[in-house]
């Protein structure tokens, strides 16, 4: 089934040890996503690329950073965790119609919970 | 400052009864919406969305209204079951944008 994986499920680091989390799809979408939610919180939008393009939201720590290097695979980097980063990593994709104009919904992964100690 | 909105942190609804989710938008540029279904160690799955120029789109057990004026939308499920239990994220895009803002979530209990 296509689907979109992420891994780890949890991930424990500690305060200032830099951490990475994974996601892959298989649906061959070219828009991918990264999301931030704490407890009963919305998730925020991190940063999306569309195709290799990288597109930052304007209020999303230098702290975060990410890779795409193809397709299937896009990364998030933690530099230097702080335990206000302990939170669910959602990552998702979507696929553009070409500039049409047209939307198509995301599909998500299950989530990365990452702890800080 | 939250752009969506769902001023319901929770719903409580017996089965086979209608529940009603409701979401707010602040942002005039928004003209497409989504509702999204997560179940506990799930990502967030698509559930219905809806086109401004639209007012209501309807999928099964699951209606959603538009009100443009009041920028104001709502979800309908009619009949509730168990298995609807989750919680429920609206959220909102403006045309052009491939990113969507997300409400803070309403979660939905089903009570057998």
């Known amino acids: 089934d296509a689907m979109v994986i992420q891994n780890p499920r949890y991930q424990v680091t500690q305060f200032g040890k830099p951490v990475t989390l994974s996601c892959s799809q298989t649906?061959?979408?070219?828009?991918m996503y990264w999301y931030q939610q704490k407890s009963s919180q919305a998730p925020k939008l991190l940063f999306h690329?569309?195709?290799?393009?990288?597109?930052n939201e304007a209020d999303t720590p230098d702290n975060f950073q990410s890779r795409r290097p193809n397709t299937s695979f896009c990364f998030l980097d933690i530099r230097s965790p702080g335990l206000g980063d302990a939170a669910m990593y959602l990552c998702?994709?979507?696929?553009?119609?070409?500039?049409?104009?047209?939307?198509?919904?995301?599909?998500f992964g299950p989530g990365t919970r990452l702890t800080v100690l | 400052d939250q752009q969506v909105k769902q001023n319901s942190p929770s719903l409580s609804v017996q089965e086979g009864r209608i529940s009603i989710l409701n979401c707010d938008y602040t942002n005039s540029m928004f003209d497409y919406f989504l509702w999204y279904k997560k179940y506990p160690a799930e990502g967030p799955t698509f559930l219905i969305s809806?086109?401004?120029?639209?007012d209501k789109n309807e999928d099964g057990r699951f209606t959603v209204f538009l009100n443009k004026s009041a920028k104001h939308l709502s979800l309908h499920i009619v009949p509730s079951q168990p298995g609807d239990s989750a919680v429920y994220f609206c959220?909102?895009?403006?045309?052009?944008?491939?990113?969507?803002?997300f409400g803070p979530g309403t979660r939905l209990s089903v009570l057998p």
């Open positions: 809806i086109s401004s120029i639209k």
């Open positions: 998702a994709t979507s696929r553009d119609l070409g500039g049409t104009g047209d939307y198509n919904e995301q599909f």
């Open positions: 959220a909102a895009s403006a045309k052009g944008r491939q990113n969507f803002v």
């Open positions: 649906l061959n979408h070219n828009v």
């Open positions: 690329y569309y195709d290799k393009d990288f597109n």
